[in-house]
């Protein structure tokens, strides 16, 4: 079935450091990817998503490019803040997520230091 | 955005006990709504797909007699832990599917804790 891999964590880095996290996948046919975002105590929130081959999704600094010739999704911001302390979990969707659950990966803890 | 509320967002009840989980959709109507387990430092699992007016469909290995789920409206899914024991204590979260546009948008969580 399909599935979702993505780099262990936690993740530390100091504040305006270079982000990279992680994310592969294994899938039938042709699925969307997203990022998801768990700040402490609350919910996801999604953070962006891409539907199609070579297409880049961003937002707030993040962004992430679908690879399908190497079955990726990684994750990068130029410059961590504190605020970006947080889990971020890489998810695919068969289709695009309208009445598909989604496939989480085990989710990675970024912790930025002032 | 779209939001989802869940309720109660914290819970703790005795072994034996049944517990009930609300999940609505504020400003969108949602024609699907999954529930998702999460285990401490692990990722979201798949419980079950609730669709408005019908059965839900349960993943393997989610018992359906101890996890019912009733999706009554096009707003609100309720899942009710029945006889809970210690080993559901977990945090459940919802995701309603915008009718319309066609994103899963996600509850903050309910952490229930079976003593």
């Known amino acids: 079935g399909d599935s979702v891999t993505q780099m262990e964590g936690p993740v530390t880095l100091s504040e305006e450091a270079f982000l990279t996290i992680n994310c592969t996948y294994t899938?039938?046919?042709?699925?969307?990817l997203f990022w998801y975002v768990q700040y402490p105590g609350e919910g996801l929130q999604l953070l962006l998503k891409a539907t199609k081959a070579d297409d880049k999704g961003s937002n707030k600094g993040f962004e992430a490019t679908y690879r399908k010739e190497t079955t990726s999704f990684h994750l990068e911001k130029g410059s961590v803040q504190v605020s970006d302390s947080a889990v971020y979990f890489c998810?695919?969707?068969?289709?695009?997520?309208?009445?598909?659950?989604?496939?989480f990966g085990k989710g990675t803890r970024l912790s930025v230091i002032a | 955005g779209a939001v989802v509320s869940q309720h109660p967002s914290r819970v703790i009840c005795k072994s034996g006990t049944s517990v009930k989980i609300e999940c609505r959709s504020l400003?969108?109507?949602?024609?699907?709504m999954f529930w998702y387990r999460q285990f401490p430092k692990q990722s979201l699992m798949l419980m079950a797909t609730s669709n408005e007016g019908s059965k839900a469909t349960y993943e393997q290995g989610v018992e359906k007699d101890k996890f019912l789920i009733n999706h009554a409206s096009l707003t609100l899914s309720t899942l009710t832990v029945t006889s809970a024991h210690p080993e559901d204590s977990s945090f459940y979260i919802c995701?309603?599917?915008?009718?319309?546009?066609?994103?899963?948008?996600f509850g903050p969580g309910t952490r229930l804790t079976v003593l």
């Open positions: 995701s309603a599917n915008q009718a319309s546009g066609g994103s899963q948008f």
């Open positions: 998810a695919l969707s068969g289709r695009n997520s309208g009445n598909t659950p989604l496939v």
């Open positions: 400003d969108f109507q949602a024609t699907t």
């Open positions: 899938a039938t046919g042709y699925p969307s």
